[in-house]
């Protein structure tokens, strides 16, 4: 396969340091955008920007993965508007920023691959996720949504939904907890599989999902340790 350029929100730590690094194992050209290096997917204005000097290095750009996102717990009466504003804006519009400023290039060219990372809980009501839930809906949304719309102009549109993922958050809430190894027990008997899901394992569902011989579009794919698909019985 022939190096690819590869757009990356959200590129440091966790999933996107994954992502990044399967890519280039493939032997891609990666592009990694990140708060931390001073980049804001919630600035419409940045994102056009970013494009912009990435095609005039690489020339183009073959596929985007939307990774960037922040989360929020609580529920419906304990989400603060503020809470909604920041998730939706990074979660939804960050990454609707992101592609429509990625598309036209794609569009030309005649070809392309998005994948978003969305989250089964956009599929699956978890307690206390009620604002993040309702970003990663309409992402998930979203995704199909642009799938029909560049589905003639040769661009695939999918998204990945991990469940928990062994990451800095978990890790992080984790610490903050009085009983971390019982807080980590917790989250992996809720996946059928009893484990957390590895961010090496999402990044290996988007670089499939990006794979040019994929004749896939408007799908999601669960990386989710069984969570939506099996009930046990014991």
């Known amino acids: 396969m022939n190096a690819r350029v590869v757009v990356v929100t959200g590129a440091v730590g966790g999933i996107g340091t994954e992502i990044t690094k399967a890519f280039e194992e493939l032997g891609d050209v990666v592009v990694g955008l990140d708060i931390a290096s001073g980049f804001d997917v919630t600035d419409p204005a940045a994102c056009r920007q970013a494009t912009r000097e990435i095609l005039d290095r690489h020339g183009r750009v073959d596929v985007l993965c939307n990774n960037a996102g922040v989360g929020a717990a609580g529920d419906v009466v304990s989400a603060e508007p503020e809470d909604w504003q920041l998730v939706f804006a990074v979660n939804v519009l960050g990454a609707a920023h992101m592609t429509a400023a990625v598309l036209p290039s794609m ?16 599929s699956v009501g978890f307690a206390d996720r009620v604002v993040y839930s309702a970003s990663k809906g309409a992402l998930l949304a979203m995704t199909r949504a642009i799938a029909a719309d560049e589905a003639r102009r040769g661009i695939r549109v999918n998204s990945v939904s991990p469940a928990t993922v062994d990451g800095p958050w978990v890790r992080r809430n984790a610490g903050l907890s009085s009983d971390p190894e019982q807080f980590l027990r917790s989250m992996r008997r809720r996946q059928p599989l009893g484990q957390l899901i590895s961010a090496g394992a999402v990044a290996r569902a988007v670089t499939y999902l990006a794979d040019p011989d994929l004749e896939v579009s408007g799908i999601d794919l669960p990386v989710d340790g069984g969570l939506s698909g099996i009930r046990l019985t014991d």
């Open 107 to 122: 569009r030309a060219a005649g070809s392309g691959a998005i994948v978003n990372t969305c989250s089964i809980v956009a």
